[in-house]
Every structure is written in structure tokens, then in C-alpha cells.
């Protein structure tokens, strides 16, 4: 079983920046590949980028163009977020999955997810 947590969700004007974070805990060979997705209202849940804990780069969907950056720290058991530029088209919820193989964006690929944390970006 594997644990998530997210946190650091909340309001931000158009152009801010926000930092998520995603504490994980449990079994570690199944959370080796850990994913960002995010939900909007009526749309379905998107993949942002997912890293490998073995290292190498991360892996993001083609509309993230650098204004998002993933990192992971094993020592502490964490996943990070940060955002920037953020637009009011990023309000969602954001959620913090994790998973056995990799690199996959498609949420059907995980298994393990968090509640979410809520992003709102305001014009």
C-alpha cells in the first residue's frame, strides 16, 4: 500500500506562482514512478509530468512548455510541483499519483492516488 498527501493548494493571481508538494509513505517499490495530474470541472483528469525515484530526466505532457517543474527528493519521501507564469486555465484540482512502472501520463496507469489540492488562478 502507498500513502499520498498533497499539499501547498490555493489562490493566486494570473502570473503567480504556486509550489505543490506530495508526501508519500508505504511500500517504495510501489510508488517507484510518481505522476502529477490535475482535474478540471467537467473535463477529465490530465497528466503534468511524472519522475522516476531510480533518477533521470522527468517526463511532462507537451502543453506544460516549461512553465511547470517536477523534482523529487527520496530522502524525504516527497514530490514537488513548482508553477509558474500560472494562468486562469490551470485552475483544477491537482492530485499526486504514484505507481510500479513508468514513465506513463495516463491516469488508468496509476494506482495509488492522493485527495488532491485545489488550485485557483484568478484574472
Known amino acids: 500500500q502507498v500513502q499520498l498527501v498533497e499539499s501547498g493548494g490555493g489562490s493566486v493571481q494570473a502570473g503567480g506562482s504556486l509550489r505543490l508538494s506530495c508526501a508519500a509513505s508505504?511500500?517504495?517499490?510501489?510508488?517507484?514512478?510518481m505522476a502529477w495530474f490535475r482535474q478540471a470541472p467537467g473535463k477529465e483528469r490530465e497528466g503534468i509530468a511524472t519522475?522516476?525515484?531510480?533518477?533521470?530526466?522527468?517526463n511532462y505532457a507537451g502543453w506544460v512548455r516549461g512553465r511547470f517543474t517536477v523534482s523529487r527528493d527520496i530522502t524525504k519521501n516527497t514530490m514537488s510541483l513548482r508553477m509558474d507564469s500560472l494562468e486562469p486555465e490551470d485552475t483544477a484540482m491537482y492530485y499526486c499519483?504514484?505507481?510500479?512502472?513508468?514513465?506513463?501520463?495516463?491516469?488508468?496507469?496509476?494506482?495509488?492516488w492522493g485527495q488532491g489540492t485545489q488550485v485557483t488562478v484568478s484574472s
Open positions: 508505504g511500500n517504495t517499490y510501489s510508488r517507484d514512478f
Open positions: 519522475i522516476y525515484q531510480g533518477g533521470g530526466s522527468p
Open positions: 499519483a504514484a505507481g510500479s512502472s513508468g514513465p506513463f501520463l495516463e491516469a488508468y496507469q496509476y494506482k495509488y
